[in-house]
T-cell receptor, first 114, second 112 residues
Framework: DQQVKQNSPSLSVQEGRISILNCDYT??????FLWYKKYPAEGPTFLIS?????DKNEDGRFTVFLNKSAKHLSLHIVPSQPGDSAVYFC?????????????FGQGTTLQVKP | NAGVTQTPKFQVLKTGQSMTLQCAQD?????MYWYRQDPGMGLRLIYY???????DKGEVPNGYNVSRLNKREFSLRLESAAPSQTSVYFC???????????FGQGTRLTVV
């Protein structure tokens, strides 16, 4: 059973426009969420995170929104740039102390067209 | 500072062969993880080690074994490789929950 779901396998946007990537989760015990970015033939790299006690976190062009009641989070990239073209993974933290683990979604491939 | 290092980067195995994927981190992190990435499936957790001396199963542990050799090293072993284990394998280390995890570059494994 997929606890973290990214239902859009791909997204294509024009350079300069907004990219919105979505993620849904089912486990109400998740208390910390992260977005990772992955280029081909490389490992995922951390992008931005949000605690479950917040509803928004912003870092430059990247903003993550969390709607706990809907069990939904989204990543906004404004403005989108061709270098943002990559696979984006949503991840959720389960557990606390030293026993946490990260559960990932399926990923969304973003293509930003010049 | 190398971060998380995985070896080898590429490997082709015949069905039934065994091999060990190596992972080492130099960031003094407590937790280490093995994931596999398959098209349309995202990153799925195979095994993890919350601290030296402990290991636990993740979402897809069947066909794999792990060893947390010391704080730095966490290896993944395929005892009898199957074509279904063709995948890209990522090792990650994590200082603590509620922080970011760091990933290696991946091992692309093909089982024929």
């Amino acid at each position: 059973d997929q606890q973290v779901k990214q239902n859009s396998p791909s997204l294509s946007v024009q350079e300069g426009r907004i990219s919105i990537l979505n993620c849904d989760y089912t486990n109400s015990m998740f208390d910390y969420f992260l977005w990772y970015k992955k280029y081909p033939a490389e490992g995922p790299t951390f992008l931005i995170s949000i605690s479950s006690i917040k509803d928004k976190n912003e870092d430059g062009r990247f903003t993550v929104f969390l709607n706990k009641s809907a069990k939904h989070l989204s990543l906004h990239i404004v403005p989108s740039q061709p270098g943002d073209s990559a696979v984006y993974f949503c991840a959720a933290n389960l557990g606390s102390g030293n026993t946490g683990k990260l559960i990932f979604g399926q990923g969304t491939t973003l293509q930003v067209k010049p | 500072n190398a971060g998380v290092t995985q070896t080898p980067k590429f490997q082709v195995l015949k069905t039934g062969q065994s091999m060990t994927l190596q992972c080492a981190q130099d960031m003094n992190h407590n937790s280490m993880y093995w994931y596999r990435q398959d098209p349309g499936m995202g990153l799925r957790l195979i095994y993890y080690s919350a601290s030296e001396g402990t290991t636990d199963k993740g979402e897809v542990p069947n066909g794999y074994n792990v060893s947390r050799l010391n704080k730095r090293e966490f290896s993944l072993r395929l005892e009898s490789a199957a074509p279904s284990q063709t995948s890209v394998y990522f090792c990650a280390s994590w200082p603590l929950p509620y922080t970011e995890a760091f990933f290696g570059q991946g091992t692309r494994l093909t089982v024929v």
